[in-house]
C-alpha cells in the first residue's frame, strides 16, 4: 500500500505482538510501536505526530484509543488513522462498522476502507483539556467501570459489562443532574448520563442511536432517577438492544454542552476514569481523517 504504517499495538487487548505482526506484513513496511504501561500509546502517538505524523494504525481497545486521540491532540492535521479491534468494548470500531473479526478487518483495510473526517469531543476539566472519540459517561456507568476487571474482561468479554451492571446495582443512588447547551437546558434526578460522539458503550449497548460522527454534534442521553419499581424493567431496557429507543432516556443534541452535578461525580473518556464534574464538552467538527469501510 505503498507509504508505511505506523502501528501502535496495546499486545494485551490484541493477539500477541509476533501474531498481529505477522497478520499485518501483507499491509506494507510497518513501524511497530509496542505498549507495556498506561501511557504508552499517548506517548506513542505523541512520537509519530512530532515526526510528521502520516498513516496511523491502531490495535486496542477503546481507552488505547484515548490515549492516542490525546497523544495526537489538540491539533490533528496531517495523520490518517485507523483502527483494528483489540479490545473489550470495541465500541468505536462497531460504530465506524469495523468489522469485530480482526482477520476480516484487516481484509477490509486492505481493500475497501477510505479515510474520511470525522469529529472529536473535547472536554474542559479544571482548566485543562482531554479529547475522546467515542463517549464521555458518568454516575452509574463509572461505577460499573470501577467493579470490572482485567481478569472478568478476559473470561467475559464484552459480557463483563453487564455483569458488573447487575452487581452495582445494590448501590445504585440518583443525584442533582443538570446541562446547559446552545438553545435549553435541564435539570432532573439522575442515575447516568452519557455524552456521546458515537452510537456504542459498554460492548454494543446502543445508547445514542441517532449519534454521527461527522455532524458536528454530541448527544447527551440522561438516565433519570425512578422508583424502585421501574429499576427492574429499566435495567433490561439498558442491557438489550432496545437501549437507545426506550423512553426512560432523555435526549439532547449541542455542540457545547455544561454539565453540573449535586454531588460532583466522576466521568470517564472512552471508559477512562479522568475527573469529576463539572465539565463542558465540545464538538470539534470534522478534525480527525479516520479510515472507515466505504
Same mark, same amino acid.
Request: proline content about 5%; aromatic content about 8%.
Given at each position: 500500500?505503498?507509504?508505511?504504517w505506523?502501528?501502535?499495538?496495546? /499486545?494485551?487487548? @490484541?493477539?500477541?505482538?509476533?501474531?498481529?505482526?505477522? !497478520?499485518?506484513s501483507?499491509?506494507?513496511?510497518l513501524?511497530l510501536?509496542?505498549? #507495556?504501561?498506561?501511557?504508552?500509546? *499517548?506517548?506513542?502517538?505523541?512520537q509519530v $505526530?512530532?515526526?510528521?505524523?502520516?498513516?496511523?494504525?491502531? =490495535?486496542?481497545?477503546?481507552g488505547? *484509543?484515548?490515549?492516542?486521540?490525546n497523544?495526537?491532540?489538540?491539533?490533528?492535521?496531517?495523520i490518517?488513522?485507523?483502527?483494528? /479491534?483489540?479490545?473489550?468494548?470495541?465500541d468505536?470500531?462497531?460504530? *465506524?462498522?469495523?468489522?469485530?473479526?480482526?482477520? %476480516?478487518?484487516?481484509?477490509?483495510?486492505?481493500?475497501?476502507?477510505? /479515510? &474520511?473526517?470525522i469529529?472529536?469531543?473535547?472536554?474542559? =476539566?479544571?482548566?485543562?483539556? !482531554?479529547?475522546?472519540?467515542?463517549?464521555?459517561? @458518568?454516575?452509574?456507568?463509572?461505577?460499573?467501570?470501577?467493579?470490572?476487571?482485567?481478569s472478568? $474482561?478476559? %473470561?467475559?468479554?464484552?459480557?463483563?459489562?453487564?455483569?458488573?451492571? =447487575?452487581?452495582?446495582?445494590?448501590?445504585?443512588?440518583?443525584?442533582?443532574?443538570?446541562a446547559?447547551?446552545?438553545?435549553? &437546558?435541564?435539570?432532573?434526578?439522575?442515575?447516568?448520563?452519557?455524552?456521546a460522539?458515537?452510537?456504542?458503550?459498554?460492548?454494543?449497548?446502543?445508547?445514542?442511536?441517532e449519534?454521527?460522527?461527522?455532524?458536528?454534534?454530541?448527544?447527551?442521553?440522561?438516565?433519570?432517577?425512578?422508583?424502585? #419499581? $421501574?429499576l427492574? #424493567?429499566?435495567?433490561s431496557?439498558?442491557?438489550?438492544?432496545t437501549a @437507545?429507543?426506550?423512553s426512560t432516556?432523555? $435526549?439532547? %443534541?449541542?455542540?457545547? =454542552?455544561?454539565?453540573?452535578? !449535586?454531588?460532583?461525580?466522576?466521568?470517564? *473518556?472512552?471508559?477512562?476514569?479522568?475527573? &469529576?464534574?463539572?465539565?463542558?464538552?465540545?464538538?470539534? /467538527?470534522?478534525?480527525?481523517?479516520?479510515? %472507515?469501510?466505504?
Amino acid at each position: 500500500m505503498g507509504e508505511c504504517w505506523n502501528i501502535i499495538l496495546n /499486545p494485551s487487548a @490484541g493477539g500477541g505482538e509476533d501474531n498481529e505482526k505477522a !497478520r499485518l506484513s501483507r499491509l506494507g513496511d510497518l513501524n511497530l510501536m509496542t505498549t #507495556s504501561h498506561p501511557g504508552d500509546a *499517548l506517548r506513542f502517538a505523541r512520537q509519530v $505526530k512530532e515526526t510528521g505524523g502520516g498513516r496511523l494504525l491502531v =490495535i486496542g481497545g477503546d481507552g488505547t *484509543l484515548n490515549e492516542v486521540v490525546n497523544g495526537l491532540s489538540p491539533n490533528f492535521e496531517g495523520i490518517q488513522m485507523a483502527v483494528l /479491534p483489540g479490545g473489550t468494548g470495541n465500541d468505536f470500531c462497531r460504530a *465506524l462498522g469495523i468489522p469485530d473479526d480482526m482477520e %476480516q478487518a484487516i481484509e477490509a483495510l486492505e481493500s475497501s476502507m477510505k /479515510p &474520511s473526517l470525522i469529529d472529536v469531543g473535547r472536554v474542559s =476539566i479544571g482548566g485543562e483539556e !482531554r479529547f475522546f472519540l467515542n463517549a464521555s459517561a @458518568g454516575g452509574f456507568s463509572v461505577m460499573v467501570s470501577r467493579n470490572l476487571d482485567e481478569s472478568s $474482561k478476559k %473470561q467475559w468479554g464484552s459480557l463483563a459489562y453487564y455483569v458488573s451492571a =447487575i452487581g452495582t446495582l445494590p448501590d445504585l443512588q440518583s443525584f442533582h443532574f443538570s446541562a446547559r447547551w446552545e438553545d435549553g &437546558s435541564l435539570e432532573t434526578e439522575a442515575y447516568a448520563w452519557v455524552v456521546a460522539n458515537g452510537r456504542y458503550i459498554a460492548g454494543g449497548i446502543p445508547i445514542a442511536p441517532e449519534a454521527s460522527f461527522d455532524d458536528g454534534f454530541l448527544d447527551l442521553v440522561v438516565i433519570p432517577g425512578l422508583p424502585l #419499581s $421501574k429499576l427492574p #424493567s429499566f435495567v433490561s431496557e439498558l442491557l438489550t438492544e432496545t437501549a @437507545g429507543t426506550t423512553s426512560t432516556m432523555v $435526549k439532547r %443534541q449541542g455542540q457545547r =454542552i455544561e454539565v453540573e452535578t !449535586r454531588p460532583s461525580h466522576e466521568f470517564n *473518556l472512552d471508559g477512562e476514569i479522568i475527573g &469529576s464534574t463539572p465539565v463542558i464538552y465540545e464538538a470539534i /467538527p470534522s478534525a480527525l481523517m479516520v479510515y %472507515q469501510p466505504a
